[in-house]
T-cell receptor
Framework: GQSLEQPSEVTAVEGAIVQINCTYQTSGFYGLSWYQQHDGGAPTFLSYNGLDGLEETGRFSSFLSRSDSYGYLLLQELQMKDSASYFC??????????FGTGTRLQVTL | DGGITQSPKYLFRKEGQNVTLSCEQNLNHDAMYWYRQDPGQGLRLIYYSQIVNDFQKGDIAEGYSVSREKKESFPLTVTSAQKNPTAFYLCASSIGRRTDNQPQHFGDGTRLSIL
């Protein structure tokens, strides 16, 4: 089976940088994804790491270390609209995703 | 614009009733998925389908059923056997032909409540 751990809540100030960590235990692993979900909305895809290292997409970056079963999402130049829940998800066989329980990010002034 | 359409947005069920949630996609994706999300929780996989006329149980399939008669459609039936059906239900799709980076695209969800 799969299990993922991420912090339940993070608070940061507008303009700051925040890192959301994710550790996982899996029986099959193809990659780690990150999704953003605003309250009441649908999850939207942010990034994917299939190999070790850093992937950068604008203000967001994601990192993976397969040997450590660890990844993180880095959000830079935080904006109020970044207040949302962020989920890490492991891609297993048959393109199935197993999601973590989510990290609620609150951006304050 | 291509996307995934879920209907209805809100659904109410009486005890003992079956209800069917609709999910339609025009992204030409092979794979489709149903998830359940409870308040403050992550998404849990109910059923998934990688190709028409084929589907597999996810982690919490008991009390649910699906069909995949068309590539575009993957309806979910919440049966009376599901004892705690109140939740936010999300449908997703992906290209599905490979197991590496295939982001899933989500519909806007259906909120199901018991009367």
């Amino acid at each position: 089976g799969q299990s993922l751990e991420q912090p339940s809540e993070v608070t940061a100030v507008e303009g700051a940088i925040v890192q959301i960590n994710c550790t996982y235990q899996t029986s099959g692993f193809y990659g780690l994804s990150w999704y953003q979900q605003h309250d009441g909305g649908a999850p939207t895809f942010l990034s994917y790491n299939g190999l070790d290292g850093l992937e950068e997409t604008g203000r967001f970056s994601s990192f993976l270390s397969r040997s450590d079963s660890y990844g993180y999402l880095l959000l830079q130049e935080l904006q109020m609209k970044d207040s949302a829940s962020y989920f890490c998800a492991v891609t297993g066989t048959a393109s199935k995703l197993t999601f973590g329980t989510g990290t609620r990010l609150q951006v304050t002034l | 614009d291509g996307g995934i359409t879920q209907s209805p947005k809100y659904l109410f069920r009486k005890e003992g009733q079956n209800v069917t949630l609709s999910c339609e996609q025009n992204l030409n994706h092979d794979a489709m998925y149903w998830y359940r999300q409870d308040p403050g929780q992550g998404l849990r996989l109910i059923y998934y389908s990688q190709i028409v006329n084929d589907f597999q149980k996810g982690d919490i399939a008991e009390g649910y059923s699906v069909s995949r008669e068309k590539k575009e459609s993957f309806p979910l039936t919440v049966t009376s056997a599901q004892k705690n059906p109140t939740a936010f239900y999300l449908c997703a799709s992906s290209i599905g032909r490979r197991t590496d980076n295939q982001p899933q695209h989500f519909g806007d969800g259906t909120r199901l409540s018991i009367l």
